[in-house]
């Protein structure tokens, strides 16, 4: 499957981002969805997934604040994101994999080629 993410931007802080992901492929439906980020000089980590079922996850920084969601029709992830701070400037990047929910990088098989989101104070 291949990914291509969209949506990022410079907001101030409080303001709203809403990134979407365009899937490949016939099988969308059947791979477990995440985005993660990554700042400068840091790890890249996990921001949210949704499982085949729809469940959702979400990192304890971000929850309450940023939404995914997933239309298999389309082909597309979105995570809204709302109440933005600085901290939360980061290179966005979608990713997939089958079957199980996994907050670890290293474990998913596709990703888009990241968006950029810096939050001004």
């Known amino acids: 499957v291949q990914l291509q993410a969209s949506g990022g931007g410079s907001v101030q802080a409080g303001g709203s981002l809403r990134l979407s992901c365009a899937a490949s492929?016939?099988?969308?439906?059947?791979?477990?969805m995440g985005w993660f980020r990554q700042a400068p000089g840091k790890e890249r980590d996990f921001v949210a997934a949704?499982?085949?079922?729809?469940?959702?996850y979400y990192t304890s920084s971000v929850q309450g604040r940023f939404t995914i969601s997933r239309d298999n029709a389309k082909n597309t992830v979105y995570l809204q994101m709302n109440s933005l701070k600085p901290e939360d400037t980061a290179v966005y990047y979608c990713?997939?994999?089958?079957?199980?929910?996994?907050?670890?990088?290293?474990?998913?098989?596709?990703w888009g080629q990241g968006t950029q989101v810096t939050v001004s104070s």
């Open positions: 949704m499982t085949l079922g729809g469940v959702t």
């Open positions: 990713a997939a994999r089958r079957t199980y929910y996994s907050t670890d990088y290293r474990t998913y098989d596709y």
């Open positions: 492929g016939r099988t969308f439906s059947s791979y477990v």
